[in-house]
């Protein structure tokens, strides 16, 4: 079952903007991952923090985690029109076999 | 890094005949791997955890014996849809772990659109 839920589920800015996309859960986490699809293509894995972690940064790339609120962002700066794919946030609940929990993803345009 | 390659890309049959779906881990074992369904627009619908050297696992609500799944070495798992209808239509992702990697990441292969006739 689809735990995760995103925010907005549809953004459109302008090049050289900044994106935020929002996720919530409902269950405890080992970890909280995010993905990129882009249409018609499997999903690339972006970054993962951990349930200890707060906030985690990679490139243009900020991911913040509170577990208290059961969410997490993601912000992409200074965003470029290759940005243009869906985002999907990811849960692993640290249960037998691995599996994560996808969210119901973020379709993100930037445009020229 | 991790790669995993997913064949056919896309495939287009006639009701009532069997599809598969390959799946490879190209440069890492992957002792499980997973397999999605995805419908325009929306999320991953998990179908079923792929194990290897034994049976799958499969999700509430996923047929078994529709949608066939098979790991027969670390490297490759198939998907078969048999007796495909129209409703089958869709878009179908593997997914696999290094698990010498250390960390529960998912490659995924570049995911199979089976169209149904």
């Known amino acids: 079952s689809q735990q995760g839920e995103e925010d907005p589920q549809a953004l459109s800015i302008q090049e050289g903007e900044n994106a935020t996309m929002n996720c919530s859960y409902k269950t405890s986490i080992n970890n909280l991952q995010w993905y990129r699809q882009n249409s018609g293509r499997g999903l690339v894995h972006l970054i993962l923090i951990r349930s200890n972690e707060r906030e985690k940064h990679s490139g243009r790339l900020r991911v913040t985690l509170d577990t208290s609120k059961k969410s997490s962002s993601l912000l992409i700066t200074a965003s470029r029109a290759a940005d243009t794919a869906s985002y999907f946030c990811?849960?692993?609940?640290?249960?037998?076999?691995?599996?994560?929990?996808f969210g119901t993803g973020t379709q993100l345009k930037v445009e020229l | 890094g991790a790669v995993v390659s997913q064949h056919p890309s896309w495939v287009i049959c006639k009701s009532g005949t069997s599809v598969k779906i390959e799946c490879r881990s190209l440069d890492f074992q992957a002792t499980t791997m997973f397999w999605y369904r995805q419908f325009p627009k929306q999320s991953l619908m998990l179908m079923a955890t792929?194990?290897?050297?034994?049976?799958?696992?499969?999700e509430q609500g996923v047929e078994k014996d529709k949608f066939l799944i098979n790991h027969a070495s670390l490297t490759l798992s198939t998907l078969t849809v048999t007796s495909a209808h129209p409703e089958d239509s869709s878009f179908y992702i593997c997914?696999?772990?290094?698990?010498?990697?250390?960390?529960?990441?998912?490659?995924f292969g570049a995911g199979s659109r089976l169209t149904v006739l």
């Open positions: 997914s696999a772990r290094d698990y010498f990697s250390g960390a529960n990441v998912l490659t």
């Open positions: 990811a849960t692993d609940g640290g249960g037998g076999g691995n599996k994560l929990t």
């Open positions: 792929s194990n290897e050297g034994s049976k799958a696992t499969y």
